[in-house]
T-cell receptor
Protein backbone atom coordinates (compact mmCIF):
# COMPACT_ATOMS: atom_id res chain seq x y z
CA UNK A 1 0.00 0.00 0.00
CA UNK A 2 1.19 3.49 -0.77
CA UNK A 3 1.57 5.58 2.32
CA UNK A 4 1.00 9.29 2.64
CA UNK A 5 2.69 11.08 -0.23
CA UNK A 6 4.10 14.58 0.08
CA UNK A 7 5.68 16.84 -2.47
CA UNK A 8 8.08 18.40 -2.85
CA UNK A 9 10.44 16.70 -0.40
CA UNK A 10 12.66 19.76 -0.27
CA UNK A 11 11.90 23.38 -1.06
CA UNK A 12 14.22 26.35 -0.99
CA UNK A 13 12.70 29.75 -1.64
CA UNK A 14 13.31 33.38 -0.97
CA UNK A 15 11.49 35.50 1.53
CA UNK A 16 8.28 36.90 0.12
CA UNK A 17 7.67 34.10 -2.33
CA UNK A 18 4.61 31.86 -2.29
CA UNK A 19 5.16 28.27 -1.24
CA UNK A 20 2.73 25.41 -1.85
CA UNK A 21 3.11 22.06 -0.18
CA UNK A 22 1.09 19.06 -1.37
CA UNK A 23 -0.23 15.94 0.26
CA UNK A 24 -1.97 12.80 -0.92
CA UNK A 25 -3.46 10.86 2.00
CA UNK A 26 -3.80 7.11 2.23
CA UNK A 27 -6.73 5.91 0.15
CA UNK A 28 -9.83 5.38 2.28
CA UNK A 29 -8.72 7.71 5.06
CA UNK A 30 -11.10 10.52 5.82
CA UNK A 31 -9.01 12.63 8.17
CA UNK A 32 -5.98 14.69 7.23
CA UNK A 33 -3.58 16.62 9.42
CA UNK A 34 -0.82 19.12 8.69
CA UNK A 35 2.00 19.39 11.23
CA UNK A 36 5.08 21.56 11.48
CA UNK A 37 8.31 20.45 13.12
CA UNK A 38 10.93 22.92 14.33
CA UNK A 39 13.76 22.70 16.81
CA UNK A 40 12.21 25.37 18.99
CA UNK A 41 8.58 24.23 19.04
CA UNK A 42 8.81 20.53 18.22
CA UNK A 43 5.88 18.93 16.42
CA UNK A 44 2.74 21.01 16.37
CA UNK A 45 -0.60 20.52 14.67
CA UNK A 46 -1.47 23.23 12.18
CA UNK A 47 -4.83 22.12 10.83
CA UNK A 48 -7.15 19.12 10.77
CA UNK A 49 -9.60 18.15 8.03
CA UNK A 50 -12.38 15.62 8.29
CA UNK A 51 -14.21 14.54 5.14
CA UNK A 52 -12.47 17.40 3.30
CA UNK A 53 -13.80 20.03 5.71
CA UNK A 54 -11.44 22.03 7.96
CA UNK A 55 -12.42 21.23 11.54
CA UNK A 56 -9.63 22.68 13.65
CA UNK A 57 -7.32 25.37 12.31
CA UNK A 58 -6.35 26.80 15.67
CA UNK A 59 -2.74 25.88 15.07
CA UNK A 60 -2.36 27.86 11.86
CA UNK A 61 0.17 30.53 12.82
CA UNK A 62 -1.23 33.50 10.94
CA UNK A 63 -3.07 34.65 7.87
CA UNK A 64 -0.08 33.95 5.68
CA UNK A 65 -0.88 30.26 6.05
CA UNK A 66 -3.82 28.64 4.32
CA UNK A 67 -4.81 25.03 3.67
CA UNK A 68 -7.31 23.42 1.36
CA UNK A 69 -8.63 19.97 0.70
CA UNK A 70 -10.60 20.05 -2.55
CA UNK A 71 -11.16 16.29 -2.55
CA UNK A 72 -10.47 13.18 -0.51
CA UNK A 73 -7.14 12.51 -2.20
CA UNK A 74 -5.43 15.86 -2.18
CA UNK A 75 -4.56 18.70 0.16
CA UNK A 76 -2.36 21.77 -0.04
CA UNK A 77 -0.72 24.00 2.52
CA UNK A 78 0.17 27.41 1.19
CA UNK A 79 2.38 30.10 2.69
CA UNK A 80 2.12 33.55 1.14
CA UNK A 81 4.32 35.49 1.61
CA UNK A 82 6.94 33.21 3.09
CA UNK A 83 9.32 34.36 5.81
CA UNK A 84 12.58 32.86 7.13
CA UNK A 85 10.85 31.85 10.37
CA UNK A 86 8.64 29.52 8.33
CA UNK A 87 11.65 27.28 7.71
CA UNK A 88 10.72 23.89 9.12
CA UNK A 89 9.72 20.37 8.18
CA UNK A 90 6.05 20.13 7.31
CA UNK A 91 4.34 16.77 7.73
CA UNK A 92 1.03 15.57 6.45
CA UNK A 93 -0.71 12.69 8.22
CA UNK A 94 -3.93 10.84 7.51
CA UNK A 95 -6.21 8.50 9.41
CA UNK A 96 -9.60 6.87 9.35
CA UNK A 97 -11.51 8.73 12.01
CA UNK A 98 -13.02 6.66 14.73
CA UNK A 99 -12.65 5.46 18.26
CA UNK A 100 -9.13 4.16 17.90
CA UNK A 101 -7.91 6.16 14.98
CA UNK A 102 -4.20 6.16 14.29
CA UNK A 103 -2.40 8.78 12.26
CA UNK A 104 0.04 7.76 9.55
CA UNK A 105 2.66 10.30 8.57
CA UNK A 106 4.18 11.21 5.26
CA UNK A 107 7.93 11.72 4.75
CA UNK A 108 7.65 15.48 5.17
CA UNK A 109 8.66 18.54 3.18
CA UNK A 110 11.78 20.33 4.36
CA UNK A 111 11.27 24.04 3.70
CA UNK A 112 14.04 26.61 3.79
CA UNK A 113 13.13 30.26 3.34
CA UNK A 114 16.14 32.48 2.69
CA UNK B 1 -3.71 21.68 29.01
CA UNK B 2 -2.48 18.26 28.08
CA UNK B 3 1.24 17.77 27.87
CA UNK B 4 3.87 15.12 27.31
CA UNK B 5 7.31 15.13 28.88
CA UNK B 6 10.23 13.15 27.63
CA UNK B 7 12.90 13.84 30.25
CA UNK B 8 15.83 12.54 28.22
CA UNK B 9 16.86 14.57 25.20
CA UNK B 10 19.71 12.28 24.23
CA UNK B 11 20.45 8.68 25.18
CA UNK B 12 23.40 6.58 24.11
CA UNK B 13 23.45 2.82 24.51
CA UNK B 14 25.68 0.02 23.30
CA UNK B 15 24.40 -2.38 20.71
CA UNK B 16 22.83 -5.36 22.45
CA UNK B 17 22.08 -3.43 25.62
CA UNK B 18 18.57 -2.92 26.91
CA UNK B 19 16.74 0.35 26.41
CA UNK B 20 14.10 2.31 28.26
CA UNK B 21 12.83 5.67 27.04
CA UNK B 22 10.74 7.61 29.49
CA UNK B 23 7.47 9.37 28.81
CA UNK B 24 5.19 11.15 31.27
CA UNK B 25 1.90 12.69 30.34
CA UNK B 26 -0.60 15.05 31.81
CA UNK B 27 -4.18 14.22 30.91
CA UNK B 28 -7.42 14.31 32.82
CA UNK B 29 -9.13 11.25 31.38
CA UNK B 30 -7.94 7.87 30.20
CA UNK B 31 -5.29 8.75 27.65
CA UNK B 32 -4.64 7.42 24.21
CA UNK B 33 -0.87 7.00 24.04
CA UNK B 34 1.50 6.52 21.14
CA UNK B 35 5.16 6.04 20.41
CA UNK B 36 6.52 7.10 17.03
CA UNK B 37 10.03 6.78 15.65
CA UNK B 38 11.65 9.17 13.20
CA UNK B 39 14.78 8.13 11.32
CA UNK B 40 16.94 10.92 9.89
CA UNK B 41 15.21 12.63 6.98
CA UNK B 42 12.16 10.44 7.32
CA UNK B 43 8.61 10.80 8.51
CA UNK B 44 7.21 9.41 11.72
CA UNK B 45 6.51 5.71 11.92
CA UNK B 46 4.12 4.32 14.50
CA UNK B 47 5.82 1.88 16.88
CA UNK B 48 2.88 1.09 19.15
CA UNK B 49 -0.23 2.53 20.71
CA UNK B 50 -2.37 2.16 23.81
CA UNK B 51 -6.09 2.80 23.90
CA UNK B 52 -7.35 0.45 26.62
CA UNK B 53 -7.03 -3.05 28.01
CA UNK B 54 -3.72 -4.73 28.68
CA UNK B 55 -1.30 -2.13 29.98
CA UNK B 56 1.70 -3.84 28.36
CA UNK B 57 1.63 -3.13 24.66
CA UNK B 58 3.71 -4.86 22.04
CA UNK B 59 4.83 -2.98 18.97
CA UNK B 60 6.91 -3.39 15.88
CA UNK B 61 10.68 -3.92 15.77
CA UNK B 62 10.69 -5.65 19.16
CA UNK B 63 9.53 -2.63 21.15
CA UNK B 64 7.05 -2.67 23.99
CA UNK B 65 5.61 -0.05 26.31
CA UNK B 66 3.83 -0.18 29.63
CA UNK B 67 1.05 2.18 30.66
CA UNK B 68 1.18 3.00 34.36
CA UNK B 69 -1.74 5.18 35.37
CA UNK B 70 -0.44 5.74 38.90
CA UNK B 71 2.77 7.20 37.53
CA UNK B 72 1.25 8.89 34.45
CA UNK B 73 3.90 7.12 32.43
CA UNK B 74 4.17 5.23 29.18
CA UNK B 75 7.79 4.13 28.95
CA UNK B 76 9.17 2.45 25.85
CA UNK B 77 11.44 -0.57 26.21
CA UNK B 78 13.49 -2.91 24.10
CA UNK B 79 15.52 -5.79 25.55
CA UNK B 80 18.35 -5.65 23.02
CA UNK B 81 19.08 -2.62 20.88
CA UNK B 82 20.29 -2.89 17.29
CA UNK B 83 22.37 -0.27 15.50
CA UNK B 84 19.40 0.37 13.20
CA UNK B 85 17.38 1.60 16.19
CA UNK B 86 19.35 4.85 16.22
CA UNK B 87 16.68 7.49 15.60
CA UNK B 88 14.51 10.01 17.39
CA UNK B 89 11.59 8.71 19.42
CA UNK B 90 8.43 10.66 20.14
CA UNK B 91 5.81 9.93 22.72
CA UNK B 92 2.35 11.42 22.11
CA UNK B 93 -0.98 11.63 23.86
CA UNK B 94 -4.20 11.87 21.92
CA UNK B 95 -6.76 14.23 23.33
CA UNK B 96 -10.17 14.23 21.76
CA UNK B 97 -11.51 17.79 21.71
CA UNK B 98 -14.12 17.07 19.11
CA UNK B 99 -14.12 13.37 18.47
CA UNK B 100 -10.76 13.11 16.80
CA UNK B 101 -7.31 12.32 18.08
CA UNK B 102 -5.42 15.57 18.47
CA UNK B 103 -1.87 14.42 19.09
CA UNK B 104 0.24 16.27 21.62
CA UNK B 105 3.87 15.30 21.14
CA UNK B 106 6.77 15.27 23.53
CA UNK B 107 10.02 16.95 22.57
CA UNK B 108 11.56 13.65 21.53
CA UNK B 109 14.49 11.54 22.67
CA UNK B 110 17.39 11.07 20.30
CA UNK B 111 18.91 7.60 20.58
CA UNK B 112 22.49 6.88 19.58
CA UNK B 113 23.75 3.29 19.44
CA UNK B 114 27.42 2.45 19.93
CA UNK B 115 28.74 -0.63 18.13
Amino acid sequence: DAGVIQSPRHEVTEMGQEVTLRCKPISGHNSLFWYRQTMMRGLELLIYFNNNVPIDDSGMPEDRFSAKMPNASFSTLKIQPSEPRDSAVYFCASSFSGYQETQYFGPGTRLLVL
Amino acid sequence: AQSVTQPDIHITVSEGASLELRCNYSYGATPYLFWYVQSPGQGLQLLLKYFSGDTLVQGIKGFEAEFKRSQSSFNLRKPSVHWSDAAEYFCAVGERPGGYNKLIFGAGTRLAVHP
